[in-house]
């Protein structure tokens, strides 16, 4: 064999190799990579996908404690990150700058969420668990109780001396303090920004006279917190839902169909116990959202 005949062997066979090469990389799936909010729903509800995503054989990769909604939601856009939880009410006031309903219907927050997400930024819900995680205002059960608070509006002649503590966001989104102030004509003396565990923990040792407490937060019975009523419906609802690009949606139609498996999956009272494992029983994220998945019979193992 000559010279001419052994370079074109050598090189049918180069081509041979490298074509199956890139049919093994084609057909390969991708790593999924889940973000996370800055507390311990947000971690819980990642690693769920993330179980779910390696039992339909992908690969996951969890970032706990990414950011708070801007930057998940810029990671998203950018493919930095593959999807995370977001919340109805946050999505439609923050991302979408939508005004405030008269009144709050949490099937049209939603409706127009997934419509804005989706016509703005080439967004898609993928998954609805089922439950909502409220912002409210948290006192102090024995003060409450001394001074007859049941309600925001009840705090209208104390709020002047007293210092709310909140996670990073709540003090200055419009949906937050400066919701309250318009609509109750209330404004507190102060406020400290802090992520959830030193905000709880914060109002726990006395620090702060009310917190922006979360409605699946245990920590509102575990240090016998009064969640105030919405009397005045300042506040949107704020329904959980998985969001993720429409493109990397369409690449990956499985990963949407292991995602949709919790689809209504978790209601209130359960989250709150997911979280209270969290809070209380100082469990794992993952090892939370593993033994709920079995539970539910999403999983074996």
Same mark, same amino acid.
């Given at each position: 064999?000559?010279?001419?005949?052994?370079?074109?062997?050598?090189?049918?066979?180069?081509?041979?190799?490298?074509?199956?090469?890139?049919?093994?990389?084609?057909?390969?799936?991708?790593?999924?990579?889940?973000?996370? !909010?800055?507390?311990? &729903?947000?971690?819980?509800?990642?690693?769920?996908?993330?179980?779910?995503? $390696? +039992? =339909?054989?992908?690969? @996951?990769?969890?970032?706990?404690?990414?950011?708070?909604?801007?930057?998940?939601?810029?990671?998203?856009?950018?493919?930095?990150?593959?999807?995370?939880?977001?919340?109805?009410?946050?999505?439609?006031?923050?991302?979408?700058?939508?005004?405030?309903?008269?009144?709050?219907?949490?099937?049209?927050?939603?409706?127009?969420?997934? !419509?804005?997400?989706? &016509?703005?930024?080439?967004?898609?819900?993928?998954?609805?668990?089922?439950? $909502? +995680? =409220?912002?409210?205002? @948290?006192?102090?059960?024995?003060?409450?109780?001394?001074?007859?608070?049941?309600?925001?509006?009840?705090?209208?002649?104390?709020?002047?001396?007293?210092?709310?503590?909140?996670?990073?966001?709540?003090?200055?989104?419009?949906?937050?303090?400066?919701?309250?102030?318009?609509?109750?004509?209330?404004?507190?003396?102060?406020?400290?920004?802090?992520?959830?565990?030193?905000?709880?923990?914060?109002?726990?040792?006395?620090?702060?006279?009310?917190?922006?407490?979360?409605?699946?937060?245990?920590?509102?019975?575990?240090?016998?917190?009064?969640?105030?009523?919405?009397?005045?419906?300042?506040?949107?609802?704020?329904?959980?839902?998985?969001?993720?690009?429409?493109?990397?949606?369409?690449?990956?139609?499985?990963?949407?169909?292991?995602?949709?498996?919790?689809?209504?999956?978790?209601?209130?009272?359960?989250?709150?116990?997911?979280?209270?494992?969290?809070?209380?029983?100082?469990?794992?994220?993952?090892?939370?959202?593993?033994?709920?998945?079995?539970?539910?019979?999403?999983?074996?193992?």
């Amino acid at each position: 064999m000559n010279k001419i005949s052994i370079l074109m062997v050598i090189l049918i066979v180069f081509a041979l190799v490298t074509s199956g090469c890139s049919e093994r990389t084609t057909d390969e799936k991708p790593t999924v990579v889940i973000g996370s !909010k800055l507390f311990q &729903e947000s971690y819980i509800l990642a690693h769920m996908a993330a179980i779910l995503l $390696e +039992d =339909a054989g992908y690969k @996951a990769d969890v970032i706990e404690g990414l950011g708070g909604t801007f930057v998940n939601y810029e990671a998203l856009k950018k493919g930095e990150i593959n999807t995370y939880v977001e919340y109805t009410g946050t999505a439609y006031s923050q991302i979408l700058k939508e005004p405030a309903l008269e009144i709050w219907d949490p099937e049209v927050v939603y409706a127009r969420t997934e !419509k804005g997400l989706k &016509e703005t930024d080439n967004i898609v819900v993928v998954s609805s668990p089922g439950f $909502e +995680d =409220a912002y409210a205002i @948290a006192v102090k059960m024995d003060w409450a109780e001394a001074n007859h608070i049941t309600k925001i509006s009840d705090l209208k002649e104390y709020a002047s001396q007293m210092t709310i503590g909140t996670d990073p966001e709540f003090a200055t989104r419009e949906d937050g303090l400066p919701r309250i102030k318009d609509v109750y004509a209330i404004e507190f003396k102060d406020y400290k920004q802090a992520v959830a565990t030193i905000m709880y923990e914060a109002i726990r040792i006395g620090d702060v006279d009310a917190i922006s407490a979360y409605t699946t937060d245990t920590r509102n019975e575990v240090f016998n917190l009064r969640v105030l009523e919405d009397d005045m419906n300042a506040l949107p609802p704020y329904d959980a839902i998985y969001i993720m690009t429409e493109e990397f949606a369409s690449n990956n139609p499985d990963v949407v169909e292991a995602l949709k498996k919790l689809d209504g999956k978790i209601d209130t009272d359960s989250m709150r116990s997911l979280n209270y494992k969290f809070d209380v029983d100082k469990m794992e994220p993952r090892d939370i959202a593993r033994e709920f998945l079995i539970q539910e019979g999403l999983i074996k193992t």
